[in-house]
């Protein structure tokens, strides 16, 4: 008996190329989404914990550490205008004359000895402390005898004030400029802590464009699926690109958000570095220093969504890739695919 083909064969042989393109085109858009998947979240999960740290970094050492500079010297600066005042007013000798001197020289040994943990210019920095705190005992023993020990020896008492304004002014070697070389350093060191490089501005932009390719390839998954398969909406491919899509906005919105408040931060701390160098009114420039230093604090707290978002985005990386791969392997694996392919 002639063995001849059943009707269903002769169907099946006639559907099998179309089946077998189908397969070949799942297995495609299943390996450009991980590929996409993974490229974008490894970009975007460290571009978005750098941000987050440098925010950290402003927050706990380089606005302190600037801030901590410009209130020293101030406070230095303030406590020789006070002595002074008093020589030249002749209030030296009246008891309790020298309280507002001294305040001022307490203030500032007090800033010395906090800058020593916050201050961002590494051993460099440390030096520089370790070599201003040894100037400043020099400053303070001759200081004091110029305002309470030669009250009654004028020649004494001036020579006194004078050798104490040189080692708190002294270029190059004096409190005050040691500090403003310290400054400078700090400055720069946090103008790139706060601003945002070109790194990561590339992380970013890898980031973005692998969402794009990503939710791009996702939609085209659906278009097949609906075409050859009959399928209107899948329900792994859809929530996919849904999370995708907010991944794209989320954390970018977060990072101008933190952005902003670095950008806010850096400006405020060159005004605050200006108004210690000018020495205009002292009185005044503490005032101001003091007022935008607690200010600064509070906005540079981060908001708590922005802290979780990291997180948030660490799961919907997850689900990005978990999610394609668990709907359209199910179809791949399904009776027809495996016998057409």
């Known amino acids: 008996m002639t063995d001849r083909p059943t009707r269903w064969t002769r169907a099946f042989r006639a559907r ?3 089946g077998s393109r189908t397969r070949r085109l799942l297995e495609l858009h299943l390996a450009v989404i991980v590929l996409a998947g993974i490229v974008s979240m490894t970009a975007l999960l460290v571009s978005y914990r750098e941000v987050q740290n440098a925010a950290g970094e402003m927050r706990t050492h380089a606005a302190p550490a600037v801030q901590g500079v410009a209130a020293t010297q101030l406070a230095l600066l303030r406590a ?3 002595a002074q005042a008093s020589v030249d007013s002749g209030i030296d000798e009246v ?12 203030a500032a040994n007090q800033g010395l000895s906090r800058l020593s943990d916050v201050q961002i210019d590494g051993e460099r920095g440390r030096g520089v402390l370790k070599t201003v705190t040894g100037v400043l005992t020099s400053y303070s023993g001759s200081i004091t005898p110029g305002t309470v020990k030669y ?3 004028n020649l004494m008492q001036r020579q006194k004030m004078s050798e104490a304004k040189r080692l708190l002014d002294r270029p190059g070697t004096g409190v005050v400029p040691r500090l403003d070389v310290l400054q400078h350093h700090q400055m720069r060191r946090m103008s790139r802590i706060s601003s945002l490089g ?4 590339t ?14 390839t996702t939609l085209s998954a659906l278009w097949l699926l609906r075409r050859r398969c009959g399928r209107s909406l899948d329900a792994w491919l859809l929530p996919a690109l849904l999370v995708a899509l907010a991944l794209a906005v989320v954390p970018l919105w977060a990072t101008v958000g933190t952005q902003e408040r670095l ?3 850096r400006h405020e701390l060159v005004r605050i570095e200006q108004r210690a160098d000018r020495h205009a009114d002292l009185a005044e420039d503490q005032s101001y220093v003091t007022r935008t230093s607690t200010a600064l604090h509070g906005r540079l707290e981060a908001e708590r969504w922005q802290s979780w978002t990291y997180y948030g985005a660490l799961g919907g990386g997850a689900l990005i890739i978990l999610l394609p791969v668990a709907g359209l392997s199910r179809r791949l694996n399904a009776d027809y695919y495996w016998r057409a392919g």
Do not use: I, N
């Open 16 to 18: 099998r190329p179309t």
């Open 80 to 82: 020789h205008q006070e």
């Open 95 to 106: 008891v309790g004359a020298g309280a507002r001197y001294e305040a001022q020289l307490s």
């Open 151 to 153: 009250v009654d020896d």
């Open 198 to 201: 070109p790194l990561q501005a």
């Open 203 to 216: 992380g970013w932009a890898v980031a973005e464009l692998g969402l794009l390719v990503l939710a791009l």
């Open 263 to 265: 950008d806010t931060a």
